[in-house]
């Protein structure tokens, strides 16, 4: 679990399309970029001959543009209309999702947008196709499946930060100096450099989860570059470390007392039920119909977590639940897996490890053992179910991490920027609806633009509201700014 629960869980209940770029390119003329034929990779097939792939080259450390430099992996695909307004890129959160992957697997969400837009997107620095960097092999993460990450006992304690240290120097021997290079603020001016070779004046860009933080610091950066820009799944740009913890632990019990409630039962004492099923699998960890493996209660909670993202996988939790209430862990593990994209094979994919390294190189805030422990209460009183999890989580997730982090929270004040559109969902449980109104107001006056939907599941776009997509679409294709504050219910 991270505070900054990865959007593209939910992508995993479908096949992620892998790409690369293949040799033989051609170059159009108006992007200076090579782009050729996508490519399959170990993770998945090419996509159609529709998308096409380049790589760009950009500055390990932008404080020296003339330095060493890295690639970033591209994917588009051109716009299908003639009136075309430009290139609009996909930032599809984590941090650490490859857009490479997902972009064209999400093109038929958005195709109402490809009618005018380039749709563009890319493996930030660290991610994938763009210098992706894997922590530790694929036996040491299932092995690291026994440590219990709200640790009981001082023993357990003494797990949790040994793996927590181990996972960090192993990333810090496998990703080198790029270990210090991969933040919000160095992605954001990679995104200005990919706007400038796409050619365009300004950045039209759609951002989601936290992809919305990385929008909210390129509009910091580079007020007066902003075109038409969505942020979706809105993280609040004004909590620290221990206030994204708070924030998901309060968005993940809605959720679930939402679910609790469609099914008929009283929230509370559904999640009181929770809760003792979660402390039995602590004590005695079920079978899960896989040799060599057992539903933990860590893994328990993650499979708890995934379907929260969507309320159409509200049935698949009622089932896994049943299961595991007699003796069954198998459904809940499978959910764990998808989350931590676990393939059949045993093969994990890197998004975490991707994750952990921009997040840790982001915040500045390092909780002690001892100050987790004293925020504990207040986490298990927002959530029974889900505040142990997180509140540990503030602790173990960059302990020990061999590199200092930049800020407390990020900034994202845009005096001057275009209008930037803010979608906040009050039933999101991942990124919960007060950030997206914290967004606005700190992009400024006259620059965030709040518009809500009151459903419920992770970002509203492309969720079943004609209100929020025909809002968003006039917007990103017509440039028609909506009032600050319209709802859509």
Request: glycine content about 12%; some cysteine; proline content about 6%.
């Amino acid at each position: 679990m991270r505070r900054l629960v990865r959007w593209t869980a939910l992508a995993a209940a479908s096949a992620l399309l892998a790409a690369g770029c293949s040799t033989g390119s051609s170059d159009d003329g108006r992007s200076g970029l090579s782009w050729g034929r996508c490519k399959a990779t170990a993770e998945g097939p090419a996509p159609s001959s529709d998308w096409q792939c380049a790589t760009l080259k950009v500055p390990l450390d932008w404080a020296e543009p003339e330095g060493k430099t890295i690639g970033l992996g591209l994917i588009r695909a051109k716009a299908r209309g003639g009136d075309r307004v430009g290139s609009l890129l996909f930032n599809f959160g984590g941090p650490g999702a490859s857009g490479v992957s997902m972009m064209p697997s999400y093109a038929p969400t958005v195709s109402s947008l490809r009618e005018r837009y380039d749709l563009v997107s890319w493996d930030p620095r660290g991610v994938g196709a763009s210098e992706g960097v894997r922590c530790r092999g694929d036996k040491e993460i299932q092995a690291a499946e026994s440590v219990d990450v709200s640790p009981d006992t001082p023993a357990e304690e003494k797990a949790y930060f040994e793996d927590a240290a181990d996972f960090g120097e192993g990333c810090r021997k496998n990703a080198g100096k790029l270990i210090a290079h991969v933040s919000t603020a160095d992605s954001a001016r990679d995104m200005d450099r990919i706007r400038e070779v796409l050619g365009d004046a300004r950045l039209n860009y759609f951002g989601i989860s936290y992809g919305t933080e990385l929008g909210g610091t390129y509009a910091h950066l580079f007020p007066k570059k902003v075109g038409r820009m969505t942020l979706d799944a809105v993280v609040d740009p004004g909590a620290d470390t221990v206030g994204h913890a708070e924030n998901q632990a309060r968005g993940f019990q809605r959720a679930l007392n939402g679910y609790l409630a469609s099914t008929g039962q009283d929230p509370e004492e559904g999640t009181r039920k929770i809760a003792d099923l979660l402390r039995r699998i602590d004590a005695r960890p079920l079978s899960a119909g896989t040799p060599g493996r057992k539903l933990t209660q860590t893994l328990a909670v993650t499979g708890i977590i995934l379907p929260l993202y969507s309320k159409d996988s509200w049935p698949t939790l009622t089932s896994a639940l049943d299961a595991a209430e007699q003796g069954d862990g198998s459904e809940l593990l499978a959910l764990a897996d998808r989350y931590n994209e676990r393939g059949p094979s045993g093969r994990y994919g890197t998004t975490t490890h991707s994750q952990r390294l921009i997040s840790c190189l982001d915040d500045r805030q390092r909780p002690t053992m001892a100050e987790t422990k004293r925020l504990l209460p207040r986490f298990e009183k927002i959530s029974p179910v889900f505040g142990t999890f997180l509140g540990w989580d503030t602790a173990g997730w960059c302990h020990d991490w061999p590199v200092p982090g930049q800020h407390d929270t990020p900034q994202v004040s845009a005096p001057g920027a275009a209008p930037v559109l803010v979608v906040g969902n009050t039933g999101d449980p991942a990124t919960p609806y007060e950030g997206a109104r914290r967004m606005a107001d700190e992009l400024g006056k006259g620059v965030g633009v709040l518009l809500t939907w009151r459903g419920e599941g992770h970002g509203a776009y492309g969720s079943g509201s004609d209100c929020v997509d025909s809002t968003v679409n006039a917007y990103l294709l017509d440039g028609a700014v909506p009032k600050d504050g319209k709802v859509c219910s």
